[in-house]
């Protein structure tokens, strides 16, 4: 049997014709001659979902991808039977079904070009080792396709000429192309011809993507068991793609505490107390802002789960109050291998409540892992994810930890083949019972979910903080993520970028890498420049392992140390916008940070381009990710830019070379643009906000821009306390007016405004704020500045 190839095989069975066809409400049955049922589910009207079964008989119908609370509902529904073939038509899709051989072709509704086909379609093979079969499709590419998404892969964005497994793997050092590594999201976007759509491959089984790799003009996608069931997402706009995809598995359920897209600072392992102390003290005495320290696995005694060492951390309470009155929230570790250890009482519970894997046979599935020889909660069990989320109360109620990291739950094992469970491991998964093959990749979301369950319950009316390693499609709506145990390279800067951008591509914005790399240790150089490209990642953390020397802001003498203080301090500058731009993410969907196709489809320039991003709405970065390099050539796409250091005035659409000494990196912001900044903290909530700055870049021409704040923390905002500004620029020769429109419950802390009024090409003559004319004297004329009530509807500058 060969598995890993889609087509080479002989043993390939195809449907044969359909012999009939049901419509009951949205799901149709094509049932062909051979007994293959195709269903094809109208969820919107730009999205179908498409499952077969072999046997006539589909299993239950269970994933942990998809969200209860997906948007469901479509306009228009039709279906006519032609001689050849059945025409499924939407107000955005026409979908035609080949009568002789369930051949699909999917066609845009409104100009009937055609957006994707089956070649082979669906085929499979039997898979008589395991029972069931390997289920396979394969579509026409179409000229200059290209792809995108497929969550953590370290490769370049656009995947085509590619292939690719899923199977969540902890992966020490991996590196560009390493493949398989810690996620597992089979979820991809396609683009040609200006149209995009998405294919969303809802299988946790081993599964593998192929885009015009094995045959050129031919994309495919197949695991190992389960069934064919994949949902076709149109745009024809990729960000439609992205946003409905999201909606579909789900957009993280609450926003995340302000705090949490502070600095986190963290090491392999920093014990004992004092050394923690050390460590959050520097960040003061420097005056670098941070929000968040990390204990890694050494906090623990004997690396048990939910204990501490009394050598190292005598008394952890006090610990963590102390460091939360200076400002730092607390996160610890948290791993699913539990000791062997009669004497544990966490041990105890899991074995006499049955809530331990099991070998197929009856053993428990007993592994190797830090703390020795281990069993492993199933947290695929419901019970189990309950019994989990209550082992959190001491350490959040009552120590007052803040968050908790999720590493090890591939889930990783020590000194066996294949580093993870054996296949034949029985899981529950929610009571449709089976074996690892299906429960693999879902082991560590489940698990991120159930942590997430206690965090929530506990840390109420506060917001919970998650950080997972393994993920599987959905993952985003309990936690964030970062991208495991990279390098200290160079070309890890870059894939740490491409890992980002990818992650959110695919629905999944809450990321970041270990800042500076796991592995090894970096110069002074690639630390600073990786720092100034971490700030622009929605989780931003510093990671290292002990082994390889210090990494902290000041480890490298005294002008890295200013560097990286410079950028940290710009992140906190920024977190009014990187709030709003979250707030879009779980509100709509939208993705933090847009790979530069994402962000103009239209723009071909843009579909092979990795380095520029744009962070929330407005901002355009490139990382500087080479030594020496005192700047560096970059993609800008169309519209006019701003040079957020100098002002000047790039005009998009070419490449340039940008100016950028080691304590500076290429950032531009749109024009039209209004950026709400805070002054610097060194912590969230360190300062009341006295006055919120809005930093306006003109442009001749409208544009709109957004500010959200609410509390930073608890659940007031869903209630409506919340403060949205909506600004309205409209630039002229001679005028700039500023609209703003509030919505929102809550009242900011900040009664003005300071406006910074950026490149304006007229000299103040005139000011109106809500038809009143206001002394010329407010203004500070030699910076454009103005200081003005924040609750102003209508302002007009004039020359
Ligand atoms: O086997 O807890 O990716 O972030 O510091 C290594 C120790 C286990 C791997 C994680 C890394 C963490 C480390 N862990």
Same mark, same amino acid.
């Not at 000229?143 to 995947?159: F, I, R, S």
């Not at 439609?240 to 995340?256: Q, R």
């Given at each position: 049997?060969?598995?890993?190839?889609?087509?080479?095989?002989?043993?390939?069975?195809?449907?044969?014709?359909?012999?009939?066809?049901?419509?009951?409400?949205?799901?149709?049955?094509?049932?062909?001659?051979?007994?293959?049922?195709?269903?094809?589910?109208?969820?919107?009207?730009?999205?179908?979902?498409?499952?077969?079964?072999?046997?006539?008989?589909?299993?239950?119908?269970?994933?942990?991808?998809?969200?209860?609370?997906?948007?469901?509902?479509?306009?228009?529904?039709?279906?006519?039977?032609?001689?050849?073939?059945?025409?499924?038509?939407?107000?955005?899709?026409?979908?035609?079904?080949?009568?002789?051989?369930?051949?699909?072709?999917?066609?845009?509704?409104?100009?009937?070009?055609?957006?994707?086909?089956?070649?082979?379609?669906?085929?499979?093979?039997?898979?008589?080792?395991?029972?069931?079969?390997?289920?396979?499709?394969?579509?026409?590419?179409?000229?200059?396709?290209?792809?995108?998404?497929?969550?953590?892969?370290?490769?370049?964005?656009?995947?085509?000429?590619?292939?690719?497994?899923?199977?969540?793997?902890?992966?020490?050092?991996?590196?560009?192309?390493?493949?398989?590594?810690?996620?597992?999201?089979?979820?991809?976007?396609?683009?040609?011809?200006?149209?995009?759509?998405?294919?969303?491959?809802?299988?946790?089984?081993?599964?593998?993507?192929?885009?015009?790799?094995?045959?050129?003009?031919?994309?495919?996608?197949?695991?190992?068991?389960?069934?064919?069931?994949?949902?076709?997402?149109?745009?024809?706009?990729?960000?439609?793609?992205?946003?409905?995809?999201?909606?579909?598995?789900?957009?993280?359920?609450?926003?995340?505490?302000?705090?949490?897209?502070?600095?986190?600072?963290?090491?392999?392992?920093?014990?004992?107390?004092?050394?923690?102390?050390?460590?959050?003290?520097?960040?003061?005495?420097?005056?670098?802002?941070?929000?968040?320290?990390?204990?890694?696995?050494?906090?623990?005694?004997?690396?048990?789960?939910?204990?501490?060492?009394?050598?190292?951390?005598?008394?952890?309470?006090?610990?963590?109050?102390?460091?939360?009155?200076?400002?730092?929230?607390?996160?610890?570790?948290?791993?699913?291998?539990?000791?062997?250890?009669?004497?544990?009482?966490?041990?105890?519970?899991?074995?006499?409540?049955?809530?331990?894997?099991?070998?197929?046979?009856?053993?428990?599935?007993?592994?190797? &892992?830090?703390?020795?020889?281990?069993? %492993?909660?199933?947290?695929? #069990?419901? =019970?189990?994810?309950?019994? @989990?989320?209550? +082992?959190?109360?001491?350490?959040?109620?009552?120590?007052?930890?803040?968050?908790?990291?999720?590493?090890?739950?591939?889930?990783?094992?020590?000194?066996?083949?294949?580093?993870?469970?054996?296949?034949?491991?029985?899981?529950?998964?929610?009571?449709?019972?089976?074996?690892?093959?299906?429960?693999?990749?879902?082991?560590?979301?489940?698990?991120?979910?159930?942590?997430?369950?206690?965090?929530?319950?506990?840390?109420?009316?506060?917001?919970?903080?998650?950080?997972?390693?393994?993920?599987?499609?959905?993952?985003?709506?309990?936690?964030?993520?970062?991208?495991?145990?990279?390098?200290?390279?160079?070309?890890?800067?870059?894939?740490?970028?491409?890992?980002?951008?990818?992650?959110?591509?695919?629905?999944?914005?809450? &990321?970041?890498?270990?800042?500076?790399? %796991?592995?090894?240790?970096? #110069?002074? =150089?690639?630390?600073?420049? @990786?720092?100034? +490209?971490?700030?622009?990642?929605?989780?931003?953390?510093?990671?290292?392992?002990?082994?390889?020397?210090?990494?902290?802001?000041?480890?490298?003498?005294?002008?890295?140390?200013?560097?990286?203080?410079?950028?940290?301090?710009?992140?906190?500058?920024?977190?009014?916008?990187?709030?709003?731009?979250?707030?879009?993410?779980?509100?709509?969907?939208?993705?933090?940070?847009?790979?530069?196709?994402?962000?103009?489809?239209?723009?071909?320039?843009?579909?092979?381009?990795?380095?520029?991003?744009?962070?929330?709405?407005?901002?355009?970065?490139?990382?500087?990710?080479?030594?020496?390099?005192?700047?560096?050539?970059?993609?800008?796409?169309?519209?006019?830019?701003?040079?957020?250091?100098?002002?000047?005035?790039?005009?998009?659409?070419?490449?340039?070379?940008?100016?950028?000494?080691?304590?500076?990196?290429?950032?531009?912001?749109?024009?039209?643009?209004?950026?709400?900044?805070?002054?610097?903290?060194?912590?969230?909530?360190?300062?009341?906000?006295?006055?919120?700055?809005?930093?306006?870049?003109?442009?001749?021409?409208?544009?709109?821009?957004?500010?959200?704040?609410?509390?930073?923390?608890?659940?007031?905002?869903?209630?409506?306390?919340?403060?949205?500004?909506?600004?309205?620029?409209?630039?002229?020769?001679?005028?700039?007016?500023?609209?703003?429109?509030?919505?929102?419950?809550?009242?900011?802390?900040?009664?003005?405004?300071?406006?910074?009024?950026?490149?304006?090409?007229?000299?103040?003559?005139?000011?109106?704020?809500?038809?009143?004319?206001?002394?010329?004297?407010?203004?500070?004329?030699?910076?454009?500045?103005?200081?003005?009530?924040?609750?102003?509807?209508?302002?007009?500058?004039?020359?």
């Amino acid at each position: 049997m060969i598995l890993n190839t889609e087509l080479e095989y002989k043993g390939n069975l195809f449907p044969s014709k359909i012999i009939n066809y049901e419509k009951n409400i949205n799901v149709l049955s094509f049932t062909a001659d051979n007994g293959v049922v195709m269903q094809i589910t109208v969820r919107r009207d730009s999205i179908l979902r498409f499952r077969y079964t072999t046997t006539g008989i589909f299993e239950n119908d269970f994933s942990y991808a998809i969200t209860k609370y997906a948007s469901r509902g479509y306009n228009h529904l039709e279906v006519e039977e032609e001689t050849d073939a059945y025409i499924i038509t939407t107000s955005k899709l026409i979908c035609k079904v080949a009568k002789v051989d369930m051949r699909i072709s999917l066609y845009d509704a409104i100009d009937n070009t055609l957006i994707c086909e089956d070649e082979l379609g669906f085929h499979w093979e039997e898979n008589y080792a395991n029972g069931g079969n390997v289920v396979k499709m394969s579509k026409t590419a179409q000229a200059g396709e290209c792809y995108y998404g497929l969550g953590d892969k370290p490769v370049d964005n656009n995947l085509k000429g590619k292939r690719f497994e899923n199977w969540v793997t902890d992966s020490y050092a991996y590196g560009r192309d390493t493949d398989p590594i810690y996620k597992s999201i089979p979820f991809y976007t396609a683009l040609h011809n200006k149209k995009s759509y998405g294919i969303f491959f809802d299988n946790s089984f081993r599964s593998y993507f192929d885009f015009c790799h094995e045959r050129r003009n031919i994309t495919s996608f197949w695991a190992h068991g389960g069934e064919m069931n994949y949902y076709f997402i149109y745009g024809p706009e990729m960000s439609e793609v992205v946003t409905n995809y999201t909606d579909l598995t789900g957009k993280p359920h609450e926003m995340p505490a302000l705090w949490a897209l502070g600095y986190h600072q963290c090491k392999w392992s920093y014990y004992p107390e004092s050394k923690v102390k050390e460590i959050t003290s520097k960040f003061r005495a420097l005056e670098i802002p941070c929000d968040a320290i990390y204990l890694d696995i050494d906090y623990m005694e004997g690396f048990r789960c939910f204990t501490w060492s009394k050598e190292y951390f005598p008394d952890p309470k006090r610990m963590v109050k102390e460091l939360a009155d200076d400002g730092f929230k607390t996160i610890v570790i948290i791993d699913p291998g539990i000791k062997i250890d009669m004497d544990y009482s966490v041990f105890k519970e899991g074995l006499d409540n049955d809530y331990f894997c099991k070998r197929a046979d009856g053993p428990y599935m007993k592994g190797k &892992v830090w703390p020795g020889e281990c069993y %492993f909660p199933d947290f695929t #069990n419901p =019970e189990v994810r309950d019994w @989990w989320s209550d +082992l959190f109360q001491e350490l959040i109620e009552d120590i007052g930890v803040k968050g908790v990291w999720n590493d090890m739950n591939e889930p990783a094992v020590m000194d066996v083949p294949g580093k993870s469970f054996p296949d034949d491991v029985r899981h529950n998964y929610d009571g449709n019972y089976c074996s690892h093959r299906k429960a693999h990749n879902v082991y560590g979301m489940q698990m991120a979910r159930a942590t997430y369950q206690g965090l929530k319950k506990f840390s109420y009316p506060k917001r919970p903080f998650v950080i997972t390693r393994a993920a599987y499609s959905g993952t985003q709506r309990y936690t964030s993520s970062w991208t495991g145990d990279n390098i200290a390279t160079w070309d890890h800067l870059n894939i740490a970028n491409l890992q980002a951008q990818r992650m959110a591509m695919s629905g999944f914005s809450f &990321v970041g890498s270990d800042i500076g790399g %796991f592995a090894e240790q970096p #110069n002074g =150089e690639l630390y600073a420049r @990786w720092i100034q +490209l971490g700030i622009f990642h929605p989780f931003c953390r510093t990671h290292s392992s002990g082994d390889h020397g210090d990494q902290e802001p000041w480890a490298f003498g005294d002008t890295i140390t200013n560097v990286v203080k410079k950028f940290i301090e710009l992140r906190y500058q920024l977190l009014p916008y990187l709030y709003t731009a979250f707030w879009r993410h779980v509100s709509d969907g939208i993705p933090i940070l847009k790979s530069l196709v994402l962000y103009d489809q239209e723009d071909t320039q843009t579909h092979y381009r990795n380095d520029e991003f744009i962070f929330g709405e407005k901002i355009l970065v490139c990382p500087v990710n080479a030594p020496n390099q005192k700047g560096r050539r970059m993609y800008f796409p169309y519209g006019r830019w701003y040079n957020l250091w100098t002002d000047e005035i790039v005009t998009g659409g070419q490449e340039m070379w940008v100016d950028a000494d080691l304590d500076s990196m290429p950032i531009f912001v749109s024009e039209g643009a209004i950026i709400p900044k805070y002054p610097i903290q060194q912590y969230v909530g360190e300062k009341t906000i006295e006055e919120l700055t809005l930093d306006v870049y003109y442009k001749l021409g409208k544009e709109a821009s957004q500010v959200f704040e609410d509390a930073g923390d608890g659940y007031d905002y869903i209630k409506g306390r919340y403060s949205l500004r909506d600004f309205k620029l409209t630039g002229k020769e001679d005028e700039l007016i500023i609209q703003q429109f509030k919505t929102g419950k809550y009242i900011t802390t900040y009664k003005t405004f300071k406006l910074n009024l950026h490149g304006l090409p007229f000299k103040i003559k005139k000011i109106e704020v809500d038809n009143v004319e206001i002394p010329i004297k407010n203004l500070i004329s030699t910076s454009n500045t103005l200081v003005l009530d924040k609750e102003f509807t209508e302002l007009h500058i004039m020359a």
